[in-house]
């Protein structure tokens, strides 16, 4: 079984500061991972993607790689209440042709 | 607009009637997939499809059906449903396999209730 955990939180942080969201991985093979975010009620929308160990940045959004920790991190800079919401791990496994889901993290960002 | 259409949003049936859960994207993308979201479980994938006649397991497929006759289309086939299939599900569908780093379009949900 491909495993991808994360934290479910919640995780609150004041508006302006910087919001780390975690996840880490079972299979040594995955080759792509990914970031989504998901309102209440809505469906999950793609933040970015990484599949090279290190930094990549988007805007306010960070995304780091470490492979050989079989850990994917998300950053968000000078966070907003508008980036309330939960936020999906998802990991790609080349072996079961699969992209496998954590269950979220959900992240309130506080006035 | 780009986007993955899924119908009906919401569902209430009885155990048992055949039901089917149309999926549709005007992006041309190959790989299109079926997940279901419960509280606590998280996204779990059903079915996917790398192209058209070709479709494979997800890791809970077990009470559905799938078929890809046109790229497009990806319908999801509940022959005998029953309560433990009452769940949020989302279509989603990407230009390529996630292994090219393409992340998912997802459709906007089907709530799915059955008694």
């Known amino acids: 079984q491909k495993e991808v955990e994360q934290n479910s939180g919640p995780l609150s942080v004041p508006e302006g500061a910087i919001a780390s969201l975690n996840c880490t991985y079972s299979?040594?093979?995955?080759?792509?991972f990914f970031w989504y975010r998901q309102y209440s009620g809505k469906s999950p929308e793609l933040i970015m993607s990484i599949y090279s160990n290190g930094d990549k940045e988007d805007g306010r959004f960070t995304a780091q790689l470490n492979k050989a920790s079989q850990y994917v991190s998300l950053l968000i800079r000078d966070s907003q209440p508008s980036d309330s919401a939960t936020y999906l791990c998802a990991v790609y496994s080349g072996s079961a042709r699969q992209l496998t889901f954590g269950s979220g993290t959900q992240l309130t960002v506080l006035p | 607009e780009a986007q993955v259409t899924q119908n009906p949003r919401y569902l209430i049936t009885v155990t048992g009637k055949k039901l089917t859960v149309t999926c549709s994207q005007n992006?041309?993308?190959?790989?299109m997939s079926w997940y279901r979201q419960d509280p606590g479980l998280g996204l779990r994938q059903i079915y996917y499809?790398?192209?058209?006649?070709?479709?494979d397991k997800g890791d809970v497929p077990e009470g559905y059906k799938v078929s890809r006759k046109e790229k497009r289309n990806f319908p999801l086939i509940l022959e005998s449903p029953s309560p433990n299939q009452t769940s949020l599900y989302f279509c989603?569908?990407?230009?390529?396999?996630?292994?090219?780093?393409?992340?998912?379009?997802f459709g906007s949900g089907t709530r799915l209730t059955v008694v």
């Open positions: 989603a569908s990407s230009p390529y396999t996630p292994a090219d780093n393409y992340g998912y379009t």
């Open positions: 499809s790398m192209n058209v006649e070709v479709t």
């Open positions: 992006m041309n993308h190959e790989y």
């Open positions: 299979d040594r093979g995955s080759q792509s």
